[in-house]
């Protein structure tokens, strides 16, 4: 069926730029949205971005406005996560999503996800 592939998380300091990227197999045209979430140890999967594939609209977290970028490629295979001006509180699981919605912060409304991928910010 279809596969998310996580790539792009690592070790940096404060900030520092990383750029996640998220691949999609298999079947195509398998969602109308893409997202990405992140997730710390005891905490709930918050949201961080999404994008309206039929539109290109974005939607952001209030705590990453500004400093990150969700995009994707022109075959809507790919989504990424630009992370700018990174702070020790954006440590954490990031996951990428797929799903039939309109570019929802609500986490049931996606279908698919990836593996996860670290993302560590030190001061």
């Known amino acids: 069926q279809v596969q998310l592939v996580e790539s792009g998380g690592g070790v940096v300091q404060t900030g520092a730029s990383l750029r996640l990227s998220c691949t999609a197999s298999?079947?195509?045209?398998?969602?109308?949205?893409m997202a990405w979430f992140r997730q710390t140890p005891g905490n709930e999967r918050n949201f961080v971005a999404a994008?309206?594939?039929?539109?290109?609209?974005?939607r952001y977290t209030d705590s990453v406005k500004g400093r990150f970028t969700i995009s994707t490629d022109n075959a809507k295979t790919t989504v990424y996560l630009q992370m700018n001006s990174l702070k020790p509180e954006d440590t954490a699981v990031y996951y990428c999503?797929?799903?039939?919605?309109?570019?929802?912060?609500?986490?049931?409304?996606?279908?698919?996800w990836g593996q996860g991928t670290q993302v560590n910010v030190s001061s």
């Open positions: 999503a797929s799903g039939y919605n309109s570019g929802s912060n609500y986490a049931p409304s996606y279908q698919y």
């Open positions: 298999g079947r195509t045209n398998s969602g109308h949205a």
């Open positions: 994008i309206r594939l039929s539109t290109g609209s974005t």
